[in-house]
Structure formats: C-alpha cells, structure tokens
C-alpha cells in the first residue's frame, strides 16, 4: 500500500544551519512527490514537487527512486523557515490523490 | 480572487448531529477535494470531485457525503456526528486533472463533536 512516511516530528536548528527534513515513500507505481507547508496562521500550500526540479525559497529536493525518499534539504536555515512541513505523494490515478506524510515542524532558532 | 473559501472555521456538535461544511472557489478548478486532518496522521483523504456531478470516495469517507452541483461548490456533509470526527477538515482544488497540479488549501474548519 502506498505510504508516505516522516521520521521528525520536530526538528530543532539554528539559524544558518543546515537543514534536511526526511521523507520517504512506498508505492509500487512511478512516484510523484511534493513538500507542502504551513507557516503559523496561513494556509497549507505548495512549497516544491520533484517534477519541476526547481528550488523554492533556498530549499531543494531530490527523488531518489532507489532510496525511495524525497528529502528537503536548505543549506542555511533562516528564522521565516519554522513552519510545518508536509511531504506528499500524488498517486498515479490520472488526477490527484494526495497521500500526506504525518509531518515534520522545523523550529529555527536565533 | 478570494481562492478557496470554507464555513464555518469553528463549530462544535453533539453526538448525533448533523451539518454541512461549506467549500467553494472561484478559480474555475475541476478538482475539489475534503481532507481531515488529525494529530500524527498528517492529512487524509476522505471524498473528492473531478468536475460537477462526479464525487468518489477517499481513504476515509464513512461517516461523510459530499455532492458536485456546482464547479464552484463542494459541500461536505456530515451525517450523525461522532467523537471520532472531531477533526480540523480542510478543502482543496486543483486546475485540471493532472496528477502534477498544485492544490490549493481552504483555511479550514475546526470541528468538536461531544
């Protein structure tokens, strides 16, 4: 079954650290991942997919299909980070139904 | 542009209750979806819609009814309300089918059923 799975619940870091949030996935089709995130009082929204191979606000993520894992990485954390952090896998139905991981809060510190 | 709306952002219920959680966006979006999300579960799909009249059930759906009349609107309803559905429940749409779009989140509503 297809299973999405977020290791942190929190990951504590100082600002100008390096960050990486874990993410791996299980599902038998070809995978397509994104990171979704929540800042406090403001919606869920789409921060990066691996489709588009691009880097949003200092973060990238690489799939890595033999490790099965999408991880977030960010070279330098900055405060404005600290947020909510959802990975999420589409499945390949020919639309979108997300299966969401339980969540990584990444808390960045002065 | 308001995106996506939902109502009400809070409501409380008692057990055996029914009511209907509003959705609507002015997007034009296809694809509407109800998630719940409850703590350490992450988000889960309970109904979604791939254009008016067209509903089909998510991982989750017992408990719950939606309908398509509309592009715009994706009510969730709520049958006889339970403990167990106490829940912060969001909406989300997306532009087309393709399982690349982006979704784009309601705010969401904080629902308490005693």
């Known amino acids: 079954a297809q299973r999405v799975t977020q290791p942190e619940k929190l990951l504590s870091v100082f600002k100008g650290a390096p960050v990486e949030l874990k993410c791996n996935y299980s599902?038998?089709?070809?995978?397509?991942l994104f990171w979704y995130v929540q800042y406090s009082r403001q919606r869920l929204q789409l921060l990066l997919r691996h489709i588009s191979r691009e880097s949003i606000k200092g973060f990238t993520a690489d799939l890595n299909k033999g490790e099965t894992s999408f991880h977030l990485k960010k070279p330098f954390a900055q405060e404005e980070d600290s947020a909510m952090y959802y990975c999420?896998?589409?499945?390949?139905?020919?639309?979108?139904?997300?299966?969401f991981g339980t969540g990584t809060r990444l808390l960045v510190s002065p | 542009n308001a995106g996506v709306t939902q109502t009400p952002k809070f409501q409380v219920l008692k057990t055996g209750q029914s009511m209907t959680l509003q959705c609507a966006q002015d997007m034009n979006h296809e694809y509407m979806s109800w998630y719940r999300q409850d703590p350490g579960m992450g988000l889960r799909l309970i109904h979604y819609s791939v254009g008016a009249g067209i509903t089909d059930q998510g991982e989750v759906p017992n408990g719950y009814n939606v309908s398509r009349s509309t592009t715009e609107d994706f009510p969730l309803r709520l049958l006889s309300a339970a403990p167990s559905q106490t829940s912060v429940y969001f909406c989300?749409?997306?532009?087309?089918?393709?399982?690349?779009?982006?979704?784009?989140f309601g705010p969401g509503t904080r629902l308490t059923v005693l």
């Open positions: 989300a749409s997306a532009a087309g089918l393709s399982s690349y779009n982006e979704q784009f």
């Open positions: 999420a896998l589409s499945l390949n139905t020919g639309f979108q139904k997300l299966v």
């Open positions: 599902y038998s089709g070809s995978p397509e």
